[in-house]
């Protein structure tokens, strides 16, 4: 079982319930029947007010005394011959293609309030007659960068959303894609450092478990979040099918960054023995350990979940340069045309750097977190001279859409475009930049409000 010291924030957690997720989750939660199999979510409804009455429900599986794995595997290593070798257990997809636009949100960190506003934003999330979530944006490609987990009361409701939305726009040639970030590895490592209050409440609401029991064993409510999130638990089990790694037609997508390195120990590799980590798979022989997650993975602050290379607001002397050389060399590497990464908040709001190569979409929209208001980037199919433009979209803030539209703001949604060529076709002296003359730099962030 994970620390003392989280036992200590369980405690905390049942005795400062906040009372609209007391209200509304142990309602949805004790009223619709546990999942026989995951997902399968009953489609969450939608109200103005978007907390987490959106979320269903679920009884996790018989308690487990297995420990947690907080170690690394020893071959997380660079070494050229390990590349690409196959792996036990098929994990998710590293490369897929989009028919229509690719949309990138960045860290929600529990806050199903901006999760929903990012979604609108973007134009893929409505609501039926009945007020239920409805797949809006046809073959629309939605990626969301990771860190779903922490910081916010209303996790579980979030997943469920995102993985009912993925359901609908599959059947339309969509898909939601979400990639597992630093955040989401270390609640199944059982790190439970960075959990809210309302989210081990959650939990235990998803367990099933009563007022009374919480009442004689307020530790109750971190072994439902030890049995959901370890690894082999119903939602460490779902968290596997999501990519560490994505590289949607040539945009890559991750969560901290990628470096050559990683290429190296090969990115199948990489997705493969996350997944198998997370879902707890041991080996077709006997007896054989369950495995440990590879370092390059999360293991340290150059592993693809932590890496922080791309998402610095400040350079020092040489910095800026050495930043430049291992994202070209690794865009070169994959054929791409860019990176999208999350990870580190942008106090600046939703960016790129590198003449649009790099785009940070992590804002710090959750209340956890900067409590910014949302924005989302939006990348179109290329046009007949191979570019692709890049739009930055923001929320209109906390004024309401009538007051923004007596300003002449349009609602108050930002918007700014980029085109963003091939990157041999810029290293040839064609370059990217903005789409005409009123148009920002192509570093320029987008302003808030």
């Known amino acids: ?80 011959d390990t590349k690409e070798s196959a792996a036990p257990f098929a994990g998710p997809p590293v490369y897929v293609k989009a028919p229509g636009r690719i949309v990138a949100v960045g860290d929600i960190h529990g806050d199903l309030n901006k999760a929903v506003s990012s979604l609108q934003l973007a134009g893929v999330l409505g609501r039926d007659e009945e007020g239920r979530a409805l797949w809006t944006g046809a073959d629309t490609t939605l990626v969301q960068l990771g860190d779903v987990l922490d910081r916010g009361d209303c996790e579980i409701g979030v997943l469920l959303l995102l993985r009912e939305l993925d359901r609908q726009a599959r059947l339309e040639q969509g898909a ?5 970030g630093n955040h989401e590895s270390l609640n199944v490592a059982g790190d439970f450092r960075y959990v809210t209050p309302g989210a081990f409440w959650e939990c235990a609401v998803a367990a099933g478990i009563s ?38 037609n040539d945009i ?51 592993s693809i979940m932590w890496n922080r290379t791309y998402g610095r607001e400040q350079f020092g002397h040489g910095d800026r340069q050495a930043m430049e050389e291992q994202l070209l060399s690794t865009l070169r590497a994959l054929r791409a045309r860019a990176m999208v990464v999350g990870h580190t908040p942008q106090t600046r709001g939703l960016n790129c750097e590198c003449g649009g190569r790099v785009w940070r979409v992590d804002v ?39 007051a923004m539209r007596g300003a002449g703001l349009d609602d108050g949604v930002q918007v700014r475009r980029w085109s963003i060529g091939p990157l041999a076709q810029q290293e040839e002296g064609a370059g990217v930049g903005g789409g005409g003359a009123d148009e920002p730099a192509p570093d320029a962030p987008l302003s808030r409000l």
């Not at 997720?21 to 939608?46: N, Q, S």
């Not at 004689?216 to 939602?235: I, N, T, V």
Request: aromatic share 8%; glycine share 8%.
């Open 1 to 80: 079982m994970p620390s003392a010291c989280v036992y200590r924030a369980s405690l905390h957690a049942v005795k400062h319930r906040p009372q609209p997720l007391l209200a509304w989750t142990a309602r949805r939660f004790r009223t619709i029947a546990p999942f026989t199999a995951f997902p399968t979510p009953a489609r969450p409804r939608l109200h103005a007010s978007a907390s987490c009455e959106a979320v269903s429900g679920w009884n996790t599986s018989s308690p487990s005394s297995a420990p947690p794995s907080h170690g690394f595997s020893s071959n997380g290593g660079s070494d050229p």
């Open 176 to 180: 939601v894609w979400m990639l597992n």
């Open 211 to 248: 007022d009374a029991e919480l009442e004689r064993d307020p530790r109750a409510a971190l072994r439902a979040r030890w049995e959901l999130y370890r690894p082999g638990g119903r939602m460490a089990v779902d968290l596997a099918a999501n990519p560490t790694v994505l590289v949607v």
């Open 252 to 302: 890559v997508f991750a969560h901290g960054g990628l470096l050559p390195h990683h290429l190296v120990y090969g990115l199948e590799r990489i997705n493969a023995e996350v997944a198998a980590w997370m879902s707890g798979a041991k080996g077709g022989e006997p007896g054989a350990a369950a495995p440990l997650p590879p370092f390059l993975a999360m293991g340290d602050g150059s």
């Open 364 to 402: 710090g929209m959750s209340a956890g977190v900067l409590d910014a208001d949302p924005a989302i980037l939006e990348l179109s199919a290329p046009d007949e001279r191979g570019l692709v433009t890049a739009t930055a979209k923001k929320a209109p803030g906390r004024w309401s859409a009538a």
